[in-house]
């Protein structure tokens, strides 16, 4: 049987980036080194922001995932989902451990991608915290207060990261915790944060924040210039309590992880299995935290990341494993 039929475990993909982290990510794998990055893509079909490479995640046969879809979309994705979707997973799962805070910025909508990019995905996201260190483990989500376009630009011109980080929610979170990122929504993570990443499939980021980050503004606006890039921020208050779900004291089998304003981008759920559990058909990427086990014919272990097939069918999880499992969004049957 092919890979393209059943589950497949995939190494470490660890493309270089601007800030600092990695031990985490090397601690979960059980990795020899101590640190390779801050960020693992999990069964990507997508480049970093104008590359034609990074980013995309190898089977172990050596293909790249995203030649493989392309090649048998069905496959790989089931054909309600290529007949909404096309060869395209609808979702990038990341590990990300940071090292340092990130910067204050944002992510294009569908629509704001569309216009400017050509491509209908923008970056929506949600964080499942898994891991923190530190004394004050924290995220900050959307403004307190709306914000008008010439309070923004100004702390962009500026470089005024106080103002900006003290304009944001700050959010303490601990493992269980589960943050739904809106398109548009300033953001940023803080130091000793770990993280499974959801996430529409591309790498647009409109950086607010770029100095002692990035080598200089240009590198911040993906080459439109602030002055339009900064169209796509979302400047209204936003309620907190509406985007994090706090899920660290629920168990059962599958544990809905994300609030509900994130089903049309994504579906994440943490399993708890203790025996065995079928999973229902569906493309899907594993991360094990916890445990022992099998998927299918894979060997599962903490640090296990695997990306499922549709056409693997109903597969069987055996063992005792705690794992979050990630899916596109669910779509309707669109007919023959």
Not at 14 to 30: C, E, K, T, V
Not at 91 to 118: E, I, W, Y
Not at 188 to 203: K, M, N, S
Not at 231 to 253: I, K, N, S
């Amino acid at each position: 049987m092919s890979s393209d039929n059943e589950p497949v475990a995939l190494p470490a993909n660890q493309p270089r980036q601007f800030y600092r982290g990695g031990p985490a990510i090397a601690a979960l794998r059980d990795a020899d080194v101590a640190e390779n990055g801050p960020e693992d893509w999990v069964a990507s079909i997508t480049t970093q922001f104008g590359a034609e490479e990074a980013g995309l995640s190898r089977l172990p046969d050596g293909r790249l995932l995203r030649d493989a879809v392309t090649a048998d979309p069905v496959a790989w994705l089931g054909p309600e989902h290529v007949a909404e979707f096309g060869a395209d997973t609808a979702l990038l799962v990341k590990l990300l451990d940071a090292g340092q805070r990130l910067p204050v910025h944002c992510h294009p909508s569908n629509d704001f991608a569309a216009r400017h990019f050509g491509c209908r995905h923008g970056k929506t996201e949600a964080w499942v915290v898994i891991g923190t260190s530190g004394p004050d483990p924290t995220v900050y989500l959307g403004f307190r207060e709306d914000v008008s376009p010439e309070v923004v630009a100004g702390w962009v011109s500026g470089q005024d990261s106080a103002a900006m980080l003290a304009a944001l929610n700050p959010v303490r979170v601990s493992p269980g915790d589960a943050v739904f990122v809106p398109a548009g929504v300033p953001h940023a993570i803080g130091e000793g944060v770990f993280i499974v990443e959801l996430q529409q499939p591309t790498d647009f980021s409109i950086t607010l924040e770029w100095q002692g980050f990035l080598a200089g503004p240009e590198a911040g606006h993906l080459g439109l210039g602030y002055d339009r890039a900064l169209a796509c921020v979302e400047r209204r208050a936003q309620a907190v309590d509406d985007l994090v779900r706090r899920t660290r004291a629920l168990t059962g089998e599958s544990v809905d992880l994300l609030v509900p304003g994130a089903a049309p981008f994504f579906r994440a759920d943490r399993l708890h299995v203790s025996g065995t559990a079928a999973l229902e058909p569906s493309f899907a990427v594993l991360v094990v935290l916890e445990g022992a086990g099998t998927i299918g014919p894979v060997a599962l272990r903490r640090g296990s990341t695997v990306v499922v097939p549709h056409a693997a069918g109903e597969v069987v999880v055996t063992g005792d494993v705690v794992a979050v499992r990630c899916r596109p969004p669910r779509v309707s049957s669109l007919g023959s």
